[in-house]
Nanobody, 126 residues
Framework: QVQLIESGGGLVQAGDSLILTCAAS????????AGWFRQAPGKEREFVAA????????NYSDSVKGRCTVSRENAKNMVYLYINSLGPEDTAVYYC???????????????????WGRGTQVTVSS
């Protein structure tokens, strides 16, 4: 199993942008699809974005489409999530997840990602 650690969260103001980083260790990340999910207190985990093994297939939720970019650098075992125009609705713990998928299938279902980081808190103030 690949190990994942998220970073880059914090307190930001509405309208700001941020980049979240997912650092992986263990098996080569190139063998994994990666997803970003978020969870606010009292709410279920929500899909945000995903990227396949070589970055040629991307998937975004409607809530972030147009203001979000997911990317990866396999040589560094890193995955990134960029979000701009942040609002209070983006406040949540953001999680990085990985699944050993080598094709273009890119699930948005959290149950299809066996490996998870511990999350990083993003708080957007107005």
């Amino acid at each position: 199993q690949v190990q994942l650690i998220e970073s880059g969260g914090g307190l930001v103001q509405a309208g700001d942008s941020l980049i979240l980083t997912c650092a992986a260790s263990g098996p080569p990340l190139v063998a994994y699809a990666a997803g970003w999910f978020r969870q606010a207190p009292g709410k279920e985990r929500e899909f945000v974005a995903a990227i396949n093994w070589n970055g040629d297939t991307l998937n975004y939720s409607d809530s972030v489409k147009g203001r979000c970019t997911v990317s990866r650098e396999n040589a560094k075992n890193m995955v990134y999530l960029y979000i701009n125009s942040l609002g209070p609705e983006d406040t949540a713990v953001y999680y990085c997840a990985a699944s050993e998928l080598s094709g273009q299938y890119l699930p948005a279902d959290a149950h299809e990602y066996p490996s998870w980081g511990r999350g990083t808190q993003v708080t957007v103030s107005s």
